[in-house]
């Protein structure tokens, strides 16, 4: 039973640079969610896809920041020009269409903006 | 606006006792209630669900309890093992629409021997 895996686990990058973090869901699960976690506080949603089509962004979500889900499988979220305040743990979940359905997470990417 | 809450910031608990976790929450659309575990520098690990057409649903060691009218649910752990120590959220979700998660900040739970 392969979970939702995310890639890379860790990154550091200085400020200005762009980023890009890959996550694999779970095979059967249609619906991807990334989220965004900060020090002591519970994660945020920030988009959700169903297949390939991004259906909802959070107002989190800049325009810095651009999610893709190209072939309805894995999805990318680049985050352009980084700033200190995007130092976060990002987070990918994966479920089920329908209702009562678990979202199940991945191990989460570490950036540090410096 | 805090839509899910979890005022206690810390619990510390015996090994071999109960561990009691609370949220509460305010939107009434909610309607799927979740508890996450965490661990640092790791994604939350589920635990165990309720719906909003139950009252309670048991799993194990592990037992969430909702009560609606007061917009309030818990966690029951017993009895409590020192690896239950971690960061534990809740979460909920509408029925409708993305079924997004909204967390609540966490509750950090210390297991003694």
């Known amino acids: 039973d392969t979970g939702v895996s995310q890639d890379p686990r860790h990154k550091i990058t200085k400020r200005g640079q762009n980023v890009t973090f890959r996550c694999d869901p779970i095979?059967?699960?249609?619906?991807l969610y990334w989220y965004r976690q900060t020090l002591g506080q519970g994660p945020e949603f920030l988009t959700y896809f169903q297949n390939e089509a991004q259906l909802e962004k959070s107002r989190l979500l800049s325009d810095r920041f651009s999610a893709e889900r190209p072939k309805g499988s894995f999805s990318t979220l680049e985050i352009q020009r980084t700033e200190q305040g995007d130092s976060a743990m990002y987070l990918c979940?994966?479920?089920?269409?329908?209702?009562?359905?678990?979202?199940?997470f991945g191990p989460g990417t570490r950036l540090l903006v410096l | 606006d805090q839509q899910v809450k979890q005022n206690s910031p810390s619990l510390s608990v015996q090994e071999g006792r109960i561990s009691i976790l609370n949220c509460d929450y305010t939107n009434s659309m909610f309607d799927y209630f979740l508890w996450y575990k965490k661990y640092p520098a790791e994604g939350p690990t589920f635990l165990i669900s309720i719906s909003s057409i139950k009252d309670k649903n048991e799993d194990g060691r592990f037992t969430v309890f909702l009560n609606k009218s007061a917009k309030h649910l818990s966690l029951h752990i017993v009895p409590s093992q020192p690896g239950d120590s971690a960061v534990y959220f809740c979460?909920?979700?509408?029925?409708?629409?993305?079924?997004?998660?909204?967390f609540g900040q966490g509750t950090r739970l210390t297991i003694n021997p």
């Open positions: 979940a994966s479920r089920r269409q329908g209702a009562w359905e678990t979202q199940y």
């Open positions: 095979s059967e699960h249609n619906r």
């Open positions: 979460a909920a979700s509408e029925f409708q629409g993305a079924q997004k998660l909204v």
